[in-house]
Structures are given as C-alpha cells and as structure tokens.
C-alpha cells in the first residue's frame, strides 16, 4: 500500500534562480539520455531541473534508465519521478550530470554547497565523461577574482586538527557551516561537518593538499576532471 500524501512529494527547490537558464541546460542534457543508459545524477537546483526534463524524456520516448543519485533529495525525487535508482555498488555509471557553485575557465569546478561532494565526485571519477549544468552566474575567468568559498567535509573529531592544518595551507577563513531551524552544526549524510574555508589562493595541487590532512573526508574542490561544461546560449543582442 502507498502513503497516501508522501511528505516527500513537496521537495522542488523553491525560488530557483536564473530558472531559464537552468531550464535550458537541463534539456540540453536530457537530450543526451539514451535507452539503456546508467546516469550518474547530480544534486542542486539545476539537478533537479535536469531530472523533471529527464523522466519527460523517459515518458515521452517509453526508454529505460537507471539513475545514480548522489543525495536523499535527488533520491527521493527520482522516485516521485518513478525514474529507477541504484548505488554505485551495484552499477558504474555511464556518464551523469551535475551542477556547480563555481567554475573557471580550466573547467575546474567548487561545488559543495548542498554538502553532497563527496558522492558527486564518487560519480563523478567513475562516469565516463559528467556534464556541469551551470548559468552565466556561475562562470567566472579565475577563482581568484571572485569570493570563493571552498566546502570541505570534515570527521568531527578532526575539526580543531584540519582547521590549523587549512591555516598552514593558507586558509584565511574557516567556518562551521550551521544548520538552519536547527541548533548546531549541518551534519552531512556520512556523519560529518562542513568547514567553509576561503584561501589566499587556490593552486593546481591544492585539492590534493587539502585530502592529504588526517580527518578530511572530501572537499569542494573538482580539480582537472573528465568534464564538459553545459551553459546556456548567448543571448542575441
């Protein structure tokens, strides 16, 4: 028997930003699903997006997927969807997509401000290629040249220890990410914390530097990946 009101029905985003732009590119990568296929899903607003354009595409075209969710929210929306879900025990994905906060002109991407980077880059490394659904507001020319905040997930008996390891590192603001309508700190689904660190700068090397400290699970930073940037047309002027 089902539940009759899944309070799980209700888990859209609300008040999407950029909405076109991020519908834009959710079809364009919807377009590339193909019967068969074993899709690593990403998690975001544009993820989302990319999702819904996906099961019209499933309806619309009676193909089979199976879809790699990187979250409990994309999770659940795959179900909403009746799009099937597996883990990565089970399969390797074919390709996927996901969002970013930012990315460069290196297609180096910082993600990690839905605390899900450490599955995004677990899909991610074992895709053979993952597209980046990303708005103009996301592109910048250099990591340096904006405001970047760089998430790091964190065991958190290791939080006193990682944070003057990230201070050597040239970390220059570290910050326990806080939960909202709840006290205390944001708890990831593998039972850690997020540390929101800025740098002095942000180096070919310093991903690697960054997993290398004792206590760190996984960071933002998405450094020379198999990658291919989906962004929307340029507007005629």
Same mark, same amino acid.
């Given at each position: 028997?089902?539940?009759? =009101?899944?309070?799980?029905?209700? &888990?859209?985003?609300?008040?999407?930003?950029?909405?076109?732009?991020?519908?834009?590119?959710?079809?364009?990568?919807?377009?590339?699903?193909? %019967?068969? $296929?074993?899709?690593?899903?990403?998690?975001?607003?544009?993820?989302?997006?990319?999702?819904?354009?996906?099961?019209?595409?499933?309806?619309?075209?009676? *193909?089979?997927? *199976?879809?790699?969710?990187?979250?409990?929210?994309? #999770?659940?929306?795959?179900?909403?969807?009746? *799009?099937?879900?597996?883990?990565?025990?089970?399969?390797?994905? $074919?390709?996927? @997509?996901?969002?970013?906060?930012?990315?460069?002109?290196? =297609?180096?991407?910082?993600?990690? #401000?839905?605390?899900?980077?450490?599955?995004?880059?677990? =899909?991610?490394?074992?895709? !053979?290629?993952?597209?980046?659904?990303?708005?103009?507001?996301?592109?910048? /020319? /250099? @990591?340096?040249?904006? %405001?970047?905040?760089?998430?790091?997930?964190?065991?958190? $008996?290791?939080? =006193?220890?990682?944070?003057?390891?990230?201070?050597?590192? !040239?970390?220059?603001? &570290?910050?326990? #990410?806080?939960?909202?309508?709840?006290? !205390?700190?944001? +708890?990831?689904?593998?039972?850690?914390?997020?540390?929101?660190?800025?740098? &002095?700068? &942000?180096?070919?090397?310093?991903?690697?530097?960054?997993?290398?400290?004792?206590?760190?699970? /996984?960071?933002?930073?998405? +450094?020379?990946?198999?990658? /291919?940037? *989906?962004?929307? $047309?340029?507007?005629?002027?």
């Amino acid at each position: 028997m089902e539940w009759l =009101n899944n309070i799980f029905g209700d &888990i859209i985003p609300r008040n999407i930003t950029n909405k076109e732009e991020k519908i834009e590119v959710a079809r364009k990568v919807a377009e590339k699903v193909k %019967d068969g $296929d074993v899709i690593g899903f990403g998690s975001g607003s544009t993820s989302y997006i990319a999702a819904i354009e996906i099961a019209k595409k499933i309806e619309e075209e009676n *193909i089979n997927i *199976i879809a790699i969710p990187t979250s409990y929210e994309i #999770r659940n929306l795959c179900k909403e969807l009746k *799009i099937p879900t597996a883990s990565i025990l089970e399969y390797k994905p $074919d390709w996927g @997509f996901d969002g970013a906060d930012k990315v460069n002109n290196q =297609n180096w991407l910082i993600k990690g #401000r839905g605390a899900a980077m450490l599955k995004e880059k677990l =899909n991610m490394v074992n895709a !053979g290629i993952t597209y980046i659904l990303v708005d103009n507001s996301k592109i910048v /020319e /250099e @990591f340096g040249e904006s %405001d970047v905040v760089v998430p790091i997930e964190v065991l958190p $008996d290791a939080v =006193n220890s990682v944070k003057e390891a990230l201070e050597d590192l !040239g970390a220059t603001e &570290i910050v326990l #990410r806080k939960a909202e309508k709840k006290d !205390g700190p944001v +708890i990831t689904e593998n039972a850690n914390v997020i540390l929101d660190t800025k740098f &002095i700068e &942000i180096y070919d090397g310093l991903e690697e530097d960054i997993k290398s400290i004792v206590g760190v699970i /996984e960071s933002g930073l998405f +450094i020379d990946y198999s990658v /291919e940037i *989906i962004k929307p $047309d340029p507007k005629n002027k």
